[in-house]
């Protein structure tokens, strides 16, 4: 009897050709594709980056080309509550999330992998850029960088649990984007040259504030900007529309260059601060998941990415120290400062192509 296999397909290129793939070794296979919100309930009516009709029309065509059956489940609910809620509530505190590792950890590989085990499918496949492996050494699943690193998502995929990788296929972690195009192209697929969406599902204009203040139907209040000393120095649009880093945009006119160096929610300031005053030692973070360990119990050499687009050469990666301080909290301390070390995003750590585990930032020291 054949391995039975969900394939989350978005309606792109990539869970297209992993779809064929998996079929190709021999899997029963059924798509799948989440319907994750409603364009009108978010205030941006008409047309979006994903969950469109194209989308669902385009992994419905790719579906019936490989003779298999599709769906489209309601995540709408899951994914308001577990995703946009969270992405939405660490901005107000000041904070910059990742709503992709959010979407990863509580919709693909959980309400997913559940609704295919409510199926009777014991395996869930998608287009995602990374490898899984066994080591029978240890007796756990390793969680490693795609092949082509320029395309690698093992940051976002941190999160997942033994449990998900045990039941988890992704079939373009060996090939590169340039091979998966020709794949669907070959193929006929009707999405071979659709372009990849490099922004946030749920607003892809990038315009983060005006998402929230529609979302939530109140304005962002402003307030002071201010330099390190606490000195006013104009004032602010709304915390929601700043980050760590940011130089652009920011209304002040001074005689050198300057960037936001913190947010504070609790006084409602931007802090700003020249160059060097972005970069720290250390950070913290919590909301810990360890892949190749169950627990750090001494402190661990790695390399370190802190933002989904960073270097790519794994050369280029910032060398650290990290040592498990509590049951949810790590400690990562730099070999050289880094910048702009932001709090919400995630912290992910390396051991070569393996990754150690992750977690979210909290601060710096």
């Known amino acids: 009897m054949s391995e039975k296999a969900v394939i989350a397909m978005s309606g792109g290129v990539d869970s297209s050709v992993a779809a064929w793939l998996i079929k190709e070794q021999?899997?029963?296979?059924?798509?799948?594709?989440?319907?994750?919100?409603?364009?009108?309930?978010?205030?941006?009516?008409?047309?979006?980056?994903?969950?469109?009709?194209?989308?669902?029309?385009?992994?419905?065509?790719?579906?019936?080309?490989?003779?298999?059956?599709?769906?489209?489940l309601n995540f709408t609910e899951d994914f308001r509550n577990r995703v946009i809620n969270r992405f939405v509530e660490s901005y107000e505190r000041g904070d910059t999330p990742n709503p992709c590792i959010d979407c990863n950890r509580f919709i693909k590989f959980s309400r997913l992998l559940e609704r295919a085990r409510q199926l009777d499918f014991d395996t869930i496949v998608t287009g995602h850029y990374a490898r899984i492996d066994w080591d029978g050494s240890t007796g756990r699943f390793l969680l490693k960088r795609a092949v082509d690193t320029k395309k690698d998502q093992s940051y976002v995929?941190?999160?997942?649990?033994?449990?998900?990788?045990?039941?988890?296929?992704?079939?373009?972690?060996?090939?590169?984007?340039?091979?998966?195009?020709?794949?669907?192209?070959?193929?006929?697929?009707?999405?071979?040259?659709?372009?990849?969406?490099?922004?946030?599902?749920?607003?892809?204009?990038?315009?983060?504030?005006?998402?929230?203040?529609r979302y939530?139907?109140?304005?962002?209040?402003?307030?002071?900007?201010?330099?390190?000393?606490?000195?006013?120095?104009?004032?602010?649009?709304?915390?929601?529309?700043?980050?760590?880093?940011?130089?652009?945009?920011?209304?002040?006119?001074?005689?050198?260059?300057?960037?936001?160096?913190?947010?504070?929610?609790?006084?409602?300031?931007?802090?700003?601060?020249?160059?060097?005053?972005?970069?720290?030692?250390?950070?913290?973070?919590?909301?810990?998941?360890?892949?190749?360990?169950?627990?750090?119990?001494?402190?661990?050499?790695?390399?370190?990415?802190?933002?989904?687009?960073?270097?790519?050469?794994?050369?280029?990666e910032p060398r650290a120290t990290v040592e498990q301080t509590g049951e949810d909290t790590l400690r990562v301390d730099f070999d050289k400062p880094q910048r702009a070390i932001t709090p919400g995003q995630a912290v992910v750590l390396y051991d070569g192509d393996m990754v150690v585990g992750g977690g979210t930032i909290l601060g710096t020291i």
């Open 216 to 316: 939530t139907g109140k304005l962002s209040p402003a307030g002071n900007i201010v330099d390190e000393e606490g000195r006013a120095l104009g004032r602010h649009r709304g915390i929601i529309r700043y980050t760590i880093g940011q130089r652009r945009g920011l209304g002040i006119a001074m005689n050198k260059p300057v960037y936001v160096k913190a947010k504070s929610a609790a006084d409602n300031t931007v802090t700003l601060g020249p160059e060097e005053s972005l970069y720290a030692k250390s950070l913290t973070a919590n909301e810990l998941n360890l892949i190749s360990y169950p627990r750090l119990e001494k402190p661990l050499r790695v390399t370190v990415k802190t933002r989904y687009f960073q270097a790519s050469d794994q050369a280029a």
């Open 26 to 72: 021999g899997f029963q296979c059924i798509g799948i594709t989440l319907k994750l919100f409603v364009n009108e309930d978010l205030g941006k009516p008409g047309h979006n980056s994903c969950c469109s009709l194209e989308d669902v029309n385009d992994a419905r065509a790719v579906a019936y080309r490989l003779g298999m059956p599709h769906y489209v």
């Open 157 to 213: 995929l941190f999160a997942m649990t033994q449990d998900q990788l045990a039941h988890t296929r992704f079939p373009l972690g060996r090939l590169t984007k340039s091979q998966v195009r020709e794949i669907a192209e070959a193929r006929g697929f009707v999405n071979a040259k659709k372009h990849d969406s490099q922004d946030i599902c749920f607003a892809p204009d990038r315009d983060y504030g005006g998402f929230i203040e």
